[in-house]
């Protein structure tokens, strides 16, 4: 592929200004709720259902 092509310039570059952050990505709120509702056994895909259920969410989370 010759230098010029769009392809070989985007793959092969570099910043020219600024910087990339260092460390891990930040979390989103779905994988930070997955993280904690793991502990109680709860599974991602119930958790909004059982949450509408005040009374049923409330004696799973305690």
């Given at each position: 592929m010759s ?6 310039q985007?793959l092969?570059?570099q ?6 952050k ?9 994988d930070?709720?997955?993280r904690n ?5 709860i ?7 059982l949450?509408?259920?005040r009374?049923?969410w409330?004696?799973?989370v305690?």
């Amino acid at each position: 592929m010759s230098p010029d092509r769009l392809p070989k310039q985007v793959l092969y570059s570099q910043l020219s200004s600024g910087h990339i952050k260092r460390g891990r990505p930040r979390l989103r709120f779905k994988d930070t709720a997955k993280r904690n509702l793991k502990p109680r056994d709860i599974k991602i895909d119930s958790w909004t259902s059982l949450s509408q259920q005040r009374d049923k969410w409330r004696a799973t989370v305690k």
